[in-house]
């Protein structure tokens, strides 16, 4: 018999980054990508794309090291909250309730499998943008300056996990999420799992960490309106010394159109356009990729690029297979 | 104090489009739209966009008139089906259900204000290709050919009703829908209002309809992954004599860069592109905008033409005033 | 008997554009339009677009008018830039030598039938970038930015004048320019034509002047890469509080993706995008466009703004038909 | 001493490549990359993209082998016509005249010094659409139908020589053609070079043959107007099992934006988009790109694919080194 599927989970809402080179990260973050600073904090950064609807989207944080601080998404409601932390704790996975953060209130932390540290909230402060940002169209959060790359929103993260199967038991109950597509391996292991909780046809997704390691970070991910603004964007990066590690190219997986680059801190940043691409189905049955067809490369056939197998923030050497 | 948010209704499913040049018609959709027929029952052609997942999105019938048979959304579930068919019958609203269509189960149908035709389904007909239309990737609905504009997949339609404030009471009765944009006019009255269920921007929008007739249609919506893929569809309508009403150009409400055509019924087909526009917040504040605002046209000036105002299918005499 | 072809010119250089806002049109030019400033002189500012491989190719000069001080043209050699001056001089039409400019050698000075000032010279002044302007790919004249519309390079000009059938009589002899495509009113007036020295399918058109006043001036045009990068300068317009006259479109004529606005000072100003249109037929003939066909509007029907067959700067009073 | 610029070749107008799968290869042609039939003749069919303007760009003749028949070049005039001649006369790489093909008039015929046929004639055959080939905008050779990758006119040539500084040597001085660009190895050798008889960045490039053959053939290329016709082509030829050999992606050399595809006898065609750059510069200093420059593979830092070094046609065995 079929459950009914599960709305309490809004949307993928900000993801604290570790970076090592505050400042050259920083100004990454705003000069290229095109993010706006909306406020600081201790060693923070809050910044946000100009689409974002929230008051940041990305917590740049100093650190001694790279890599993922905390996933925030948020709720559908008060009620639809408290029901998730009810189920995550059930899990045995919570840490606790924060006071909240520059850009939202309370929030109910947790971890998961591979111990990378989420959130969930309902309460948010929207953005209001200032005199000088405020756009021509009133159906629009913040101006579009069409500065750097000019990303439109956040849209999705990939974190690194020893046991990809183990996050798929896991966050379809913690946070509703549903499996889109998967990639399983001749031996039968996941190898990679995307997950989404609305109609995006992902927000997260999770690849095998090959390390060892646990928390690890792939990438981050903000959407432009356009596949040509990546092309645009990859000339801004060859112009301003950004390692470009691979795209511009189709995903396979997702078909989604991107752009792969380290921002100076070495985490991972991808520039994405999926099109009209959305899953609207209800009951979208998980796609799955298996080794063969993944050997394929990309869409067009682009063969993956070794180090999207292997560079991960923080850098971790790599155990012996 | 807010109440939860409703998620029973998936998605705008299919439209069912009334021709009396049915082969004529029929062209259009395939060639020029690009569309491909699933199916023939009756009077009626069952036509899909490569990758709507339904077996049709767009049921066009041979009639002596144009406009719109009704109009089919699909439930998150059967659960959700049926509290949905409970709400509307609440609202005195219900027709009664069906035995379902080529594409779907069994349906519930009901009436909006303006008595359009509406029904709810949950058990559908999911698309398999045959294998001349299997796509080169799994996690595509269909082969991608390139035909004609080449559009994506249902994206919303509009509808023209004497008293747009009636349907915005009812949609979020009925379906569970937001509104996410709306005119109001210096009178009070709302001219237009624009519905979405999901993460989509809207689904279905209303504006008013001067003629006093009832249950008339504006235009029917299919979306492309890019806004250069317009500029081509123009072209392509350009060489092949259809009717371009107007565009492309990008609307100020909701931000859709579109281009109308007519086909050759008579019936409004739009091509749009939103870009990565979605609503994801959940309590998403209505944005109103201003006869004054409405004033200055389209986002970069271009005037609205007077027929976007006054053509509606079936053509009917425009009342005095 | 065919006479052979002319290629004693290479192409339009420069424009000198008045303005009587000169900080505002400076502002304008360097962050809206993204051009870069390469010099100063006198009430001059000198600025270029970052492929441009000449010093500059918009001279922006102080004054208390507004419209063209001079256009430049280079020839293809010494011997050809004399070859002209001999044609020049031989149709009176001749001014005198000039010392030349910040970015030439010396050049020869003209008038055009309607008074327009124009030079052509040989001996010029690549741009040779700085450090901070040097580009990642050396085949390229400067760094790409980004900033603004981030137009690419000169493109061509729009002259008004009184008498067009007496610039098609003059500019082929006096430059060499080919006539490609041109408008024939009913009464069998020439309303527009469109002339080239080189493969671009224009670099200069005139149109009819119907205020009756002298050596006004239409649009200066830059190029950009795509027809995308055309839509994106129009938000960026929208959101700077430029005005826009009407765009973005494809002109029937030559079918230029364009989009028009006015500089600060009123001097109005194209973005275009031409796709791999070239005329390379080196016996093309011109291509008449009839009154009727004109009627129709653009390519895809958005009809012809009125202040396009009107404004031109600087601005004049209407006289009486 | 400068000498002046020859400008007695017009542009490159057509190419005769063999196939040894001719029906696969028209189809290819035909539907997917969206050529038009113009004529037969013998074992050839001619064939046009819809904006080329004389009848023919593309020979197709069936054979017992691959590569180019040969190369056609289109003189300024009759009078350059017989200054070629006289030219390549003095070159002693003349062939002699013939009474011309289907699509134009009489033509020299000649050799480059790696044994390719090329011939140059001036009177032609301007295409003259039938009425269902009619286009809608009388500036435009035939009907735009938007069939597969639609591409507008046929862009360029690549041949493999073993001496590519002979070719160097020789084009300039036949056709007249300009080095635009060229690749010089650390031992002095030059390993590609970029020619051009007008304003467009290259009409014919040369690189190494490192199997020791001659009169072997690298790839042809049509242009689009836009680089996301080439995205979506891409996803055509993914649909159709047209191999993709590299690709989409931008070159550093030229800066062309390029798709790489082998029709089904494996001749290397190219899709390709120059945006707005062209050559206006009539002394232009040749680009020289070094051994270590090259290393750092195409703009965007897309490693050169192993097989774009060897695969050309007809196919050969690689000679030992």
């Known amino acids: 018999m079929t459950t009914e599927p599960i709305f309490d989970t809004a949307h993928l809402a900000h993801v604290e980054l570790f970076t090592d080179k505050p400042q050259e990260s920083l100004d990454f973050f705003v000069d290229l990508l095109g993010l706006t600073e909306s406020g600081r904090e201790g060693d923070s950064v809050y910044l946000r794309a100009w689409d974002d609807y929230e008051f940041h989207t990305l917590k740049l944080t100093a650190s001694n090291t790279t890599g993922v601080g905390h996933i925030g998404y948020r709720a559908t409601s008060e ?10 704790e059930a899990l045995g996975a919570g840490i606790g309730w924060t006071e909240g953060d520059l850009g939202h209130g309370p929030a109910y932390r947790f971890r998961d499998p591979d111990d990378h540290v989420f959130e969930i909230y309902f309460q948010t402060r929207k953005y209001v943008a200032p005199p000088e940002e405020r756009p021509a169209l009133k159906n629009q959060a913040q101006r579009y300056h069409g500065r750097g790359a000019a990303v439109r929103r956040i849209d999705h993260l990939n974190l690194l996990a020893n046991d990809v199967a183990a996050i798929k038991a896991f966050l379809p109950q913690a946070l509703g999420s549903r499996v889109t597509e998967q990639i399983v391996l001749d031996s039968g292991e996941l190898a990679g799992c995307w997950f989404t909780v609305n109609n995006k046809t992902y927000d997260i997704a999770y690849t095998r960490d090959f390390t060892g390691s646990r928390g690890r970070f792939h990438h981050l991910t903000y959407a432009v309106d356009q596949r040509e603004h990546i092309l645009e964007a990859a000339d801004l990066f060859l112009e301003n010394g950004v390692f470009i590690e691979t795209g511009p190219h189709k995903h396979a997986v997702q078909q989604t159109f991107f752009l792969y680059v380290y ?30 067809e993944r050997k394929k490369g990309q869409a067009w056939g682009l063969k993956t690029i070794e180090s999207f197998h292997t560079h991960g923030t923080p850098v971790v050497p790599l155990r012996h297979g």
Chains 1, 2, 3, 4 share one sequence.
């Open 79 to 88: 009620a639809a909250l408290h029901r998730r932390v009810a189920a995550i």
């Open 263 to 292: 921002e100076p801190a070495g985490n991972r940043v991808e520039i994405a356009n999926a099109g009209a691409r959305l899953i609207l189905d209800p009951d979208w049955q998980t796609v799955t990729w298996t080794e063969t």
